[in-house]
């Protein structure tokens, strides 16, 4: 199962130039009037879940909700289209007290 295409994120605490541990993270793929969770976990010391999708990754559209609890961010939503899921998805984000930023990673 490790070696098929999935989704994964990594957390980045800019401020303190440090990876982001113990962020609650959960993921959700929409579908046409309703969302399904269908992955959730907490970032491991180096601020990263490797394999956030728990079945089988299909195309579609798919949010990431990060619980941050930071001074002025609580949680942080990004929502992202996977048009081929052969592949894999990795979705970084960058936290600082008053900014955030994402991208799509490899």
């Not at 009037?33 to 490797?50: L, Q």
């Amino acid at each position: 199962m490790d070696d098929q295409p999935t989704i994964s994120t990594h957390v980045l605490d800019t401020e303190r130039g440090q990876p982001a541990s113990g962020v609650d993270v959960a993921l959700y793929r929409m579908e046409t009037t309703s969302e399904g969770r269908v992955g959730a976990g907490v970032t491991d010391a180096d601020g990263r879940i490797k394999r956030l999708l728990d079945g089988e990754l299909v195309a579609g559209t798919y949010r990431i909700d990060f619980h941050v609890d930071g001074r002025f961010f609580l949680d942080v939503s990004i929502t992202f289209v996977v048009d081929d899921a052969s592949r894999s998805y990795h979705v970084p984000l960058l936290l600082a007290p008053y900014s955030i930023a994402s991208y799509r990673g490899s």
